[in-house]
């Protein structure tokens, strides 16, 4: 067993390119926010503001009692999109990236010399010289080195900001235990729980469980993965096509209303479009949720066929829209879905729809083609009129946008 992969992960990231770019925001506790209202919560933190105990997920209230001092600041992912790939460059410079995992992680594939604990640590130390001498002293990132992604990725959490670790073969497996499962990735609050059910305690009880206990424990697959990935295997995964897409908004509080559910819900549903469009695929399920405090969700799913078209999804989102709740419960969430996604080679068309189906290609081609020329709010279908400001540009974790389909200018 070698040294295989490199693992950078980049720190507190949102904020640190906040700091990197604003230089006033520099040693100071501040909190992104994806929207500025008091109703909602941190989506990331400077490591000042993290020393007060506040973190994602952070009430922005509960921030403010837990640092008086904390300045929030409103979220700009088209910037940390462009950044991202400014970053992946740069670490390119050094050595190939072999995959982007998500906005703030991508993985080094080692390879010959570099397979050498001493050249492993030296590339290290020339991707952070480098960073830092082209992207800014703010934009730090910490390192893990092993044998394989997963234990790489545990190396790099070992020590932050701005730390490397480096976790070599014969350190296998003690190395790993004196480590929480929490620690390790793939294992949430839930699934501690579970694996504390099957006796499972500690990382020396998960490491001595056989592939069918783990296949048990997890009830799938990725139990025997696990089995691997705590070897220094690196586990093969069948790439699966794209089964669904959304979009989904915390409302501002003047939109927390029927009204401006509608809205933003046509904004979503036709940035989701223009998305889909962008793949080449057509929808044949469409759902939308929406969030009430003190108040179950309120959630609508249809088959719908097969389509990319937005008028003919709208007519669906319209049809929801008439069994919404009457209740006085505010409204602070949506979200739009298409799933069972399909090529159009998929699809038996009737041959009788052929004509409307070639006008409405037409019409959403023209569309799409003057909104990225001129800006995505050149063309669009009144329902989002109320909503042009709302439900911008978002980073999911597993989803990195692309800034020519999803930007909002």
Known sequence: MQLNALYVDFNSYFASVEQQLVPELRGRPIGVLAVMAETTCCIAASYEAKAFGIKTGTLVSEARKLCPDIIFVEARPPVYVQYHHFLIDIVESCTHVEKVLSIDEMVCKLTGSQQQPENALKLAAKIKSTLAEKAGDFIRCSIGIAPNTFLAKVASNMQKPDGCVLIAPHELPQRLY????????????????????????????????????????????????????????????????????????VMPPEQRNEVGVRAVLHRLLQKACMRMRSYDLLASRISVKVKFRNQPSWQKESAVSPTDNTLRLIEALETFMQQYPKTDAEPYAVGVSFSGLVTADEVARDLFQIAPLESEKKLNRAIDTLNAKFG???????????????????IAFNHIPDLDVESDT
């Open 376 to 394: 995505k709010n050149t063309i669009y279908f009144g329902g989002a009129h109320e909503a042009l400001k709302d439900a911008p540009m978002r």
């Open 178 to 249: 004196g480590l929480k499962l929490r620690d390790l990735n793939g294992i949430g609050k839930q699934m501690e729980a579970r694996l504390n059910r099957y006796k499972i305690t500690t990382v020396e009880q998960l490491y001595a469980a056989n592939r069918q206990q783990l296949q048990v424990a997890w009830g799938s697959v990725e139990g025997e993965r696990m089995y691997d990935k705590l070897r220094g295997i690196e586990p093969y995964y069948v790439k699966n096509a794209r089964s669904s897409l959304g979009h989904s908004h």
